[in-house]
């Protein structure tokens, strides 16, 4: 089946560096990724959308120059936290949409524990 | 605009007894509804589905959930509960293939022996 793979699945940074997370579509295209983040014990809140080949579109109340999403081919997203701090320690989750005809479910990456010291 | 809302914070079942998780959503549209596991520090691991068809959808690992146009609910349910099913349980939605999914708040299955 689809896979998605994020790397890394945890980092530790201090505060004022940035922290690069890539989300990788193994076996199929994806002209679209999704980045989530998630707070201890809450829901998954869409950040971003990612598209190949043009700017990311983010949701209301997410700084695009802090959360830099660059979606290089078709099959990498980054999503890079800059100038990070403690705040921006969360769970983070890129996901692909269906990834051909008859698919209708996404599929997500592992996510990745940022943890902002 | 499109939400989903799991009005449980948390169930608990002893193992062996059938289980339900709550979800109800609003969607302009007709819905692409999903169910989604996690486990502690991890990513999602999908369930089940709703595009089209029967009302009652069969998953991964015994659940079920059943469709309710007029209640515009799509509860989750297994038969027996298992410990090994304790984990955070997210309910989304969607309205048309390829857009973001919209996941709700999350529900903490406990299952206890």
């Given at each position: 089946g689809a896979v998605v793979s994020q790397h890394p699945s945890w980092v530790i940074c201090k505060s004022g560096t940035s922290v690069k997370i890539e989300c990788r579509s193994l076996d199929f295209q994806a002209t679209t990724m999704f980045w989530y983040r998630q707070f201890p014990k809450q829901s998954l809140m869409l950040m971003a959308t990612s598209n190949e080949g043009s700017k990311a579109t983010y949701e209301q109340g997410v700084e695009k120059d802090k959360f830099l999403i660059n979606h290089?081919?078709?099959t990498l997203s980054t999503l890079t936290v800059t100038?990070?701090?403690?705040?921006?320690s969360s769970f983070y989750i890129c996901s692909a949409p269906p990834?051909?005809?008859?698919r209708t479910e996404a599929f997500f990456g592992q996510g990745t524990r940022l943890t902002v010291v | 605009a499109q939400s989903v809302a799991q009005p449980e914070d948390q169930v608990n079942v002893a193992e062996g007894n059938p289980l339900t998780v709550k979800c109800t959503y609003s969607v302009s549209g007709n819905p692409y509804l999903f169910w989604y596991v996690q486990y502690p520090n991890r990513g999602l691991q999908f369930l089940l589905k709703y595009?089209?068809?029967?009302n009652l959808v069969k998953g991964s690992y015994g659940f079920e959930a059943e469709f309710n146009k007029s209640q515009t609910s799509f509860h989750l349910k297994k038969p027996s509960a298992l410990v090994s099913d304790s984990a955070l349980y997210f309910c989304a939605v969607r309205d048309q293939a390829g857009t973001a999914l919209i996941f709700g708040k999350g529900t903490t299955l406990s299952v206890s022996s």
């Open positions: 290089a081919s078709l100038s990070a701090h403690p705040e921006d990834p051909g005809r008859g | 595009i089209t068809g029967d």
